[in-house]
């Protein structure tokens, strides 16, 4: 739905002018005959594109045969350029894209990407085109993700890569960081492919976080299959899954949008070479500019308690070093000097790394926010900045916590006791009930989390009460039973699913807009009588009944739908009340 103007109007003119420009550029260019070569693909089923953890990245098998490239590397990046008005990112989402030529899967035909972080840097999207068969043209890839599925972060140097040589199927690693909480951060190690005009992506492996107000933290590490593994093994996971294949470096040359293009280098995966001995280097001329740095990631703003402890991470790319820098209310910028005379208390760490550590944070640091200043060869990039709320939201949220501490000390936890108290009917799987803060919107008033520990295998992760601060009164914003339940995800959004105990289902996606939730997407079965009628996407409200433009898939592709909205599904470090 974004740019629906540009969709509608400007890129049937970008095709005419890429149809136009193509023909002046490679009329006269002698072409010579097709030889033969043969390359790896796959076909996959939906079980190996699925994202969720808990369905194995299936490898290819099948051998297909693919045409020697028609233009060279130089003259597919003219091709690429001359249709920049399809690929390059406008409008409200331009700032901060960057772009890279590549060649996923090898075949001989360069694709372009462009990664561009939307807010502060709560979610990435990730677009690919294609040079055509008949290199004509460029064609968009399709994605296992769905439009409101962020992206890992893929706009780095280098992709660990592993190569198949009897499939040719190329898997590029990265990992992905969820910041939780001031004291919980999420890791999840992804693998991406590009097969047959799709971006493929499965999850490989996840890392949860837990830092204690004294530095020290503690981890749980989990398989694409939910098994527990160690710290060791998380961290060389892929090396093991992919042990049979070739593994190498893949550089990628990321520009900034609107840039001038550069070749990319050469994309075929290499062993790493025996070092040589270097050259003394010839010292950099004053004056002199080097790549230009662009910011990857911007630090998140976060509210937490008086006394708290948080951190805030950036990255950028072609910087040399880093500076955290402290911003006032007003705008004023200090330096981390300047920020701890001015908070008695305050102690930071790491100004000069990609995190931020701050502890003790005082209440006069309310307001106040901090931004990373990256230096690279003559020339610099300023993160944007996070900002701190301190305040007391235990008090502000004191009558809902008080009414979930009455249940267990008084009704027992039960679900008629819940039920006839306006409280979640799910208290009745947990022995024990707790809350935890987290700011769904970054406005800097933190939602209220209820949910269970301890709970049983159906009470699990799933978000028992929420609630949101209108004018420093308690709103309701979701509550679970045992037929409809809400759940949170990495990206700030709430997952609402369930059934009538009829056979219909519905598994949804909500972003916390305006006070209230507000329906993005989702799936859902509809019955006639005890006959299952079929299975619809929806987007905007969920509705119980097929509409007028709601799409038909089937039940393979609703299920690997659901299942990636399931992937990124976490629960919250809570404090226990009773």
């Not at 690429?80 to 001989?108: I, K, M, P, Q």
């Not at 990435?124 to 399709?142: D, H, L, M, Q």
């Amino acid at each position: 739905m974004k740019r629906a103007f540009f969709s509608r109007i400007l890129r049937p003119l970008a095709l005419l002018l890429c149809a136009a420009l193509m023909l002046a550029l490679f009329s006269g260019c002698a072409v010579s005959g097709v030889s033969g070569r043969e390359l790896a693909a796959a076909a996959l089923g939906p079980a190996a594109i699925s994202v969720t953890v808990g369905s194995a990245p299936a490898v290819p098998s099948q051998l297909v045969t693919m045409p020697t490239p028609l233009l060279n590397t130089n003259q597919q990046i003219q091709l690429l350029e001359s249709c920049r008005g399809l690929w390059a990112v406008a409008g409200a989402d331009a700032a901060g894209w960057s772009y890279a030529y590549t060649d996923l899967n090898r075949n001989g035909r360069l694709e372009v990407l462009t990664a561009c972080t939307q807010g502060t840097s709560s979610y990435t999207s990730v677009k690919c085109y294609e040079v055509s068969p008949t290199f004509n043209g460029i064609t968009e890839c399709a994605s296992t993700l769905s439009s409101s599925e962020g992206w890992p972060e893929i706009a780095v140097p280098s992709l660990p890569c592993y190569y198949d040589s009897r499939t040719g199927v190329c898997y590029y690693v990265c990992e992905d960081l969820t910041k939780l909480s001031a004291m919980q951060y999420s890791y999840a190690m992804r693998v991406f492919w590009l097969f047959d005009g799709v971006l493929q992506v499965n999850t490989l492996a996840t890392r949860s976080v837990t830092y204690g107000q004294n530095g020290q933290h503690s981890s749980v590490c989990r398989d694409w299959a939910g098994n527990s593994i160690s710290e060791n093994d998380y961290a060389f996971y892929a090396d093991r899954y992919y042990a049979s294949l070739t593994k190498s470096n893949y550089a990628l040359s990321w520009q900034s949008g609107g840039s001038s293009p550069i070749i990319p280098v050469n994309p075929t995966p290499i062993p790493t070479p025996i070092p040589t001995p270097r050259p003394t280097p010839i010292p950099t001329p004053a004056g002199t500019v080097g790549a230009k740095v662009v910011i990857t990631k911007n630090p998140t703003s976060e509210s937490l308690a008086i006394g708290g402890t948080t951190w805030f991470i950036a990255h950028a790319n072609n910087a040399v070093s880093v500076t955290w820098q402290a911003v006032s209310p007003s705008g004023q910028i200090y330096t981390a000097a300047e920020a701890l005379s001015l908070h008695p208390g305050l102690s930071l760490g790491g100004v000069n790394s990609d995190t931020l550590t701050l502890k003790n944070i005082p209440l006069s640091l309310n307001g106040w926010g901090f931004q990373a200043r990256f230096d690279g060869v003559g020339n610099a990039a300023i993160s944007t900045a996070a900002y701190i709320y301190v305040g007391d939201y235990v008090t502000s949220y004191q009558n809902v916590l008080n009414a979930y501490r009455l249940a267990y000390q008084v009704g027992g936890h039960t679900a008629q006791y819940a039920r006839q108290n306006g409280l979640s009917e799910v208290i009745a799987h947990s022995p024990h009930v707790g809350y935890a803060f987290k700011d769904l919107n970054k406005d800097g008033t933190p939602e209220l989390f209820i949910g269970g520990i301890d709970a049983d295998a159906f009470g699990k992760l799933i978000v028992y009460d929420c609630y949101t601060l209108v004018n420093g009164v308690p709103v309701r914003l979701a509550v679970s039973s045992d037929n409809d339940r809400f759940y949170l995800r990495t990206d700030s959004l709430l997952l609402n699913g369930g059934s009538d105990g009829k056979g219909i289902e519905h598994y949804f996606l909500f972003r916390f807009v305006n006070d209230r939730l507000n329906s993005v997407e989702g799936y859902m079965t509809y019955k006639v009588g005890s006959a299952v009628d079929g299975h619809y996407y929806q987007q905007g409200a969920y509705s119980r009944e097929p509409r007028e433009g709601d799409k038909k898939v089937s039940q393979t592709v609703m299920d690997t739908k659901v299942h990636g909205y399931e992937s990124a599904v976490f629960g919250l470090l809570m404090t226990q009340l009773a």
